[in-house]
């Protein structure tokens, strides 16, 4: 008699979480709860924001999320990968070999950024500005904002690609044996947690999260993706803050 056929699908056993579920369920309330905050925060302020002589430093925010970034990435690492039995090195992805590993990926960060320019060009044009109100006044201001900025924003390459693109997309390809619905359900949350910049950019920021996807499959690496956010961020903040 012939044995019955097996399932063409993987359990998520045979998949390998990289957590425990009731971890990436916590996180994703947590990315959750923090966007929820950010849009009251938003709606409760003034229309226009505080002018920037009444605006005050922006270096107790800045290093404020400078520590939510890296105790997030610390929740993942310390809370959730350990005890999935996954190592960052494993989160991150190909390493590494020579300099012309890291011009390549500086390269393809580089590229990507251009595209992207091409493509937040358009959306802009056929769909319109952000819709959320006074992000200007965050922006940075002298020497001291500019550099804490920086430092924000690599950080944010590091931790955000760590926990999107590395953690939330490998768990989810994991539970639900689709690549495609990895990249579109972590591309979707990345922009649910971006909810204080407005309705507009979460479905912008939702595209840039599925594009960012695309590229850690690409290149089996978070590098590249980190690169590019870190510097999207840093470009972002410095040229706005001059017009």
């Given amino acids: 008699m012939n044995e019955p056929l097996a399932s063409s699908v993987a359990t ?27 849009v009251y925060s938003q709606r409760s302020g003034p229309a226009n924001g505080p002018g920037p002589a009444a605006r005050g430093s922006m270096l107790p925010l800045y ?36 300099w012309r590993d890291v011009a ?14 091409a493509i937040n060009a ?11 109100k006074g992000l200007a006044t965050f922006l940075p201001h002298g020497p001291a ?17 760590a926990v999107y693109r590395g953690y939330l997309q490998q768990q ?4 639900s044996g689709s690549p495609a619905a990895a990249v579109v ?15 507009t950019n979460v ?8 594009l960012y996807g695309l590229l850690a499959r690409w290149r089996k690496s978070l590098k590249p993706g980190m690169i590019l956010h870190a510097w999207m961020d840093i470009f972002g903040g410095l040229l706005e803050r001059s017009f």
């Fill in 185 to 199: 359900g972590q591309g979707v949350i990345f922009g649910i947690s971006h909810a204080y910049q407005g309705v």
């Fill in 172 to 175: 989810f390809e994991a539970l």
């Fill in 63 to 98: 290093l404020s999320l400078i520590a939510a970034e890296w105790g997030l990435l610390r929740f993942v690492v310390a809370r959730g990968l350990r005890r999935g039995g996954t190592s960052f090195r494993e989160l991150l992805g190909r390493r590494w070999s020579s």
């Fill in 122 to 132: 358009a959306s802009e044009r056929f769909v319109g500005p952000g819709s959320a």
């Fill in 104 to 117: 390549r990926d500086v390269a393809i960060a580089a590229a990507a950024w251009a595209g992207w320019l």
């Fill in 12 to 38: 998520p056993q045979e998949r390998r979480l990289i957590a425990p579920v009731r971890h990436t369920v916590i996180l994703i309330a947590i990315l959750f709860a923090i966007a929820a905050f950010g």
């Fill in 145 to 161: 904002e500019v550099a804490a900025w920086i430092v924000l924003s690599i950080s944010a390459g590091v931790c955000e690609e």
């Fill in 203 to 210: 479905v912008v920021i939702a595209v840039l999260g599925v």
